[in-house]
């Protein structure tokens, strides 16, 4: 399983960005895709959800109405949508997913949001 994520970058607040997540070694339709982050000194915090045929998305109260997640399963990718970003949504954001009972994590890629 490998999981690599695209996109992040320097945005100044009110921008927006669109994270991409490749997946491969495994059956990326059969499987719900997770978005987490991790901002410094923080745990690392669940963002968005979405179930294996994309009917279904959830998430965290922070950034409801502002991100949307979603996938092409044709292209193996999940990808986030980031808009009206704020100053508290820096981090680094991982895609994550839970094959056969394990968890599998991208290396993470870098959003900073500051003017």
């Known amino acids: 399983v490998q999981l690599v994520e695209s996109g992040g970058g320097l945005v100044q607040p009110g921008g927006s960005l669109r994270l991409s997540c490749a997946a491969s070694?495994?059956?990326?339709?059969?499987?719900?895709m997770n978005w987490y982050r991790q901002a410094p000194g923080k745990e690392r915090e669940l963002v968005a959800v979405?179930?294996?045929?994309?009917?279904?998305?959830n998430y965290a109260g922070s950034v409801k109405g502002r991100f949307t997640i979603s996938r092409d399963n044709a292209k193996n990718t999940v990808y986030l949508q980031m808009n009206s970003l704020k100053p508290e949504d820096t981090g680094v954001y991982y895609c994550?997913?839970?094959?056969?009972?394990?968890?599998?994590w991208g290396q993470g890629t870098q959003v900073t949001v500051s003017s």
């Open positions: 979405i179930t294996s045929g994309g009917g279904y998305t």
């Open positions: 994550n997913c839970n094959v056969l009972g394990r968890p599998y």
């Open positions: 070694g495994f059956t990326f339709s059969y499987y719900v």
